[in-house]
């Protein structure tokens, strides 16, 4: 599987991006796709995920600004982000694996495939 994230950039606080993984090989329509990001000295954290190509999750501090969609006939996973704020600065990623189980989800070490990282930089 390959995974080809894009749409990072700079954007002010309160701005909107749209990030999109194009994913390549052995995924089907119930994989699990995922976001994770990293902030420079921090740890990768979970962001958003849709488990088993439907139900969706959300870390506590981007839920109700950030949107995970998937198109099938692309391949391709979303995530919208609105309100963005300073400390949504990071490098995101998304993975994805097809044989994720649900208490996993949250988990970056249980994702088998990795895209390369799409830097989103927002400035207050």
């Known amino acids: 599987v390959q995974l080809q994230a894009s749409g990072g950039g700079l954007v002010q606080a309160g701005g909107s991006l749209r990030l999109s993984c194009a994913a390549s090989g052995r995924t089907t329509s119930t994989s699990t796709l995922a976001w994770f990001r990293q902030a420079p000295g921090k740890d990768r954290e979970f962001v958003a995920a849709?488990?088993?190509?439907?139900?969706?999750y959300y870390a506590d501090s981007v839920k109700g600004r950030f949107a995970i969609s998937r198109d099938n006939a692309k391949n391709t996973v979303y995530l919208q982000m609105n309100s963005l704020k300073p400390e949504d600065t990071a490098i995101y990623y998304c993975?994805?694996?097809?044989?994720?189980?649900?208490?996993?989800?949250?988990?970056?070490?249980?994702?088998?495939?990795w895209g390369q990282g799409t830097q989103v930089t927002v400035s207050s």
């Open positions: 993975a994805a694996d097809n044989s994720l189980i649900l208490s996993s989800v949250r988990l970056y070490e249980q994702y088998d495939y």
């Open positions: 849709m488990f088993r190509g439907s139900r969706t």
